[in-house]
């Protein structure tokens, strides 16, 4: 109730600052959009994803973009910082059903054992939450199991979104050099209230 009622005072708050922009250039389906947040209710989701690192060969999606002098004689590749664009799949299969990307930058930013600081936007084209994003951020020691990254906000049905997800390697092949990675996370959405009416904000 607390947590409902701080979002209720924020929306006031919202509403009496745009007293007096008339001239507002944002749309009526965003304004919709406002006043469902402020109407629904929070819930805990959790999903449950594949992504597929292909970091060598003709088709890989991991690319390095920069590295720091040391890199090349570091035991933890420190300084590197690639950009990526992985297939996410339902299922640990390449070929299984194909969800959207996960795009973003991984830098290795550790000096004594490999883990990187991680900035990814999951992007979902199909299934239930196409044309929403997932902002991801965290540390991420890859030779550990359970990696815990802070789910940090998001876009479409995850706006206002956090939470957390948690990382696995599920299998890696290091003649392809190639990564299937396990993502469970878990997050907070808003369950639209149904209104449909024309905002007044
Ligand atoms: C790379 O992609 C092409 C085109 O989709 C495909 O035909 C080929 O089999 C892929 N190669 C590998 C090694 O996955
Ligand atoms: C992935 O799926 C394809 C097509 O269904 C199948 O041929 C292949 O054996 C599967 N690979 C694995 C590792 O399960
Ligand atoms: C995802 O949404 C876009 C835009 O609404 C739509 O064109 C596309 O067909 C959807 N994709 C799937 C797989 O549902």
């Not at 007293?19 to 929070?42: D, T, V, Y």
């Amino acid at each position: 109730m607390e947590k409902l009622g701080t979002v209720f005072i924020l929306c006031l708050l919202v509403v009496v600052m745009s007293m007096g922009h008339a001239n507002s250039q944002e749309s009526n389906a965003e304004k919709i959009w406002f006043k469902n947040i402020c109407r629904g209710k929070e819930n805990l989701i959790k999903l449950h994803f594949y992504v597929q690192d292909a970091l060598g060969g003709p088709n890989a999606t991991v690319w390095q973009v920069a590295e720091a002098a040391v890199t090349a004689n570091s035991l933890t590749s420190f300084g590197q910082v690639r950009v990526l664009d992985d297939l996410i799949t339902v299922g640990r299969n390449r070929s299984s059903e194909a969800l959207g990307r996960a795009q973003g930058l991984i830098t290795s930013a550790d000096l004594s054992e490999s883990a990187l600081a991680m900035n990814m936007n999951f992007y979902f084209s199909a299934g239930k939450y196409n044309g929403s994003t997932l902002c991801i951020l965290g540390r991420n020691p890859i030779n550990e199991n359970d990696r815990e990254l802070s789910v940090v906000g998001g876009t479409g049905d995850f706006r206002m979104a956090r939470g957390y997800a948690i990382s696995n390697t599920y299998s890696y092949d290091p003649v392809a050099n190639y990564d299937v990675l396990e993502y469970t996370v878990y997050v907070t959405v808003y369950e639209k209230s149904g209104y449909t009416g024309v905002a007044m904000i």
